[in-house]
């Protein structure tokens, strides 16, 4: 079982930065995979990025690829999301998640999930 609890969440302008952070509970968290995922009122949630357990392998989508950046600290049993560049388009509910081992890109793929924090970009 592993517990997640994302922060850092809040108000920025365009072209400012964020980083968002998702402590994780349980021993195990450095064999899970995590992921990023978004949701803006309206909307489904969406795929933002993924590490792999070691953090050797990350993945983004394409609308944050060169501007978000996903890392983990498996010592402090964390994940955390860079985001620069922030864009209105950016503002939702910023979701972390977790699966055993590999990379995923569908929610559904996914076994736990955090509740959420808020990031809200001002033009």
């Known amino acids: 079982q592993v517990q997640l609890v994302e922060s850092g969440g809040g108000l920025v302008q365009a072209g400012g930065s964020l980083r968002l952070s998702c402590a994780a509970s349980?021993?195990?968290?450095?064999?899970?995979?995590m992921g990023w995922f978004r949701q803006a009122p309206g909307k489904e949630r969406e795929y933002v990025a993924t590490?792999?357990?070691?953090?050797?392998?990350?993945y983004y989508a394409d609308s944050v690829k060169g501007r978000f950046t996903i890392s983990r600290d498996n010592a402090k049993k964390t994940v955390y999301l860079q985001m620069n560049s922030l864009k209105p388009e950016d503002t939702a509910v910023y979701y972390c998640?977790?699966?055993?081992?590999?990379?995923?890109?569908?929610?559904?793929?996914?076994?736990?999930w955090g509740q959420g924090t808020q990031v809200t970009v001002s033009s």
């Open positions: 349980g021993r195990t968290f450095s064999t899970y995979a």
């Open positions: 998640a977790a699966r055993p081992y590999t990379v995923a890109t569908m929610t559904g793929d996914y076994d736990y």
């Open positions: 590490i792999n357990y070691s953090g050797a392998i990350t």
